[in-house]
């Protein structure tokens, strides 16, 4: 491991965020499975722990507005039988996005947490870092949306363009990276790249490939639209070809990645089939370029899968290789009955055509 500062990768991490964490519904005890598997490989002592804290409402009204976050904050003690107001569902509380006791200090910690890492690399204390509790990328300036409250990506990229000229912005979970690809569509300054499942009726039904940005961001927005069932062969084949057109035309002075890892076989969203080798190489090709990178989670609902590709994800980082045999740690029963850090996909068939996939090729790298 280089002992130089640059090469220095960040983790951003805490006992207390982690158990702030858990108290996401739907979330369970997912942070505690990613951090005790990095835990476990010994890769935490490879990096800079960084202990998060909350983010202040000055920082989070950088991006979203005072009524919003008034309103996030009110619903600091509602409990379960609390009625949902009219005002909360105006701000797109209560249903997608489920009010609990620590809905507060839950989203400005996590919005802390990417502002943390985002910070590691504004200082030049680091140059990779990660906070895998963020990635919450579908929050709008004055709107909860899809499980999102606060968006920690849109005030991530922001703190590191107080910087960094030029951020490039990549979105891999399965779902659209709406709420951050809305904040920057006008800008030139934010090239914005989503990959994700696109169909009808799937949230949050944006993302067409003919959405391309606006006014000086024309050109700056870019949607890879894809359908169940895609490879991971098919999947990285794709990424390199755009991204690497992107990394040249844009010539980013720092990356942004969403790696959210709803898109994995045997998650519960049954979409795509892919492993955690797909990330794993489009993350490779990211770091060739040796810019500033942060390094964000996302969505991801087998909690097990997730800390295996996110755990895989920071062993490339560090360059470690792991073994493929889970380790002993106090979770090592939940990953039976294989107890393997590699997923297999499943025979289940690519609706992804090669005319469709030719025809997106065309539409976007023309
Ligand atoms: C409530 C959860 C987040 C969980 N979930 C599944 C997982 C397993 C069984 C239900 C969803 O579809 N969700 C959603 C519900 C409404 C709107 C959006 C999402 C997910 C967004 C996302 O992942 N963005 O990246
Ligand atoms: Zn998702």
Redesign the pocket.
């Known amino acids: 491991m280089s002992t130089s500062d640059e090469k220095q990768v960040g983790y951003v991490y805490s006992e207390e965020y982690v158990d702030l964490c858990c108290k996401m519904p739907?979330l369970e005890d997912r942070a505690r499975l990613v951090h005790h598997l990095i835990q476990a490989y010994n890769l935490v002592d490879k990096m800079k722990v960084a202990r998060p804290k909350p983010a202040s409402i000055e920082e989070i009204c950088a991006f979203h507005s005072s009524d919003f976050v008034n309103t996030l904050q009110a619903c600091h003690n509602f409990d379960m039988e609390d009625e949902i107001t009219s005002e909360m569902t105006e701000y797109g509380l209560g249903y997608?996005c489920p009010l609990f006791p620590d809905v507060f200090s839950y989203a400005s910690f996590v919005t802390g947490g990417t502002i943390t890492a985002a910070r590691l690399l504004t200082s030049r204390c680091c140059s990779i870092a990660i906070n895998w509790f963020g990635g919450w990328?579908?929050a709008k300036r004055d709107m909860a949306s899809?499980?999102?409250y606060c968006n920690d990506v849109v005030l991530g990229v922001l703190h590191l363009k107080t910087v960094f000229d030029k951020i490039l912005y990549i979105d891999l979970?399965?779902?659209h990276g709406d709420g951050v690809e809305d904040a920057f569509l006008m800008t030139d300054k934010v090239f914005t790249l989503s990959f994700h499942k696109y169909a009808p009726g799937f949230?949050?039904g944006t993302g067409s490939i003919s959405t391309i940005g606006k006014g000086k961001g024309q050109y700056y927005t870019l949607n890879i639209p894809l359908k169940d069932g895609i490879t991971d062969q098919k999947y990285t084949d794709l990424f390199h070809e755009v991204f690497t057109n992107v990394m040249q035309a844009f010539q980013p002075n720092a990356v942004v990645c969403q790696f959210?890892a709803?898109g994995l076989v045997e998650d519960?969203?049954r979409s795509f089939n892919l492993t955690s080798l797909s990330l794993g190489k489009c993350l490779s090709d990211i770091l060739s370029y040796n810019l500033p990178t942060l390094c964000l989670g996302?969505?991801g609902?087998n909690f097990t899968n997730t800390a295996k590709c996110w755990c895989y994800l920071t062993s490339i980082i560090l360059e470690q290789k792991l073994d493929t045999q889970i380790p002993e740690h106090q979770f090592f029963d939940r990953y039976g009955p294989d107890f393997e850090l590699f997923l297999s996909p499943s025979n289940r068939s690519d609706t992804n055509e090669s005319s469709y996939v030719k025809e997106i090729r065309e539409k976007t790298l023309g």
């Open positions: 739907r997608d990328h579908h899809g499980f999102c979970d399965l779902h949230f949050p959210g709803d519960p969203m996302g969505g609902y």
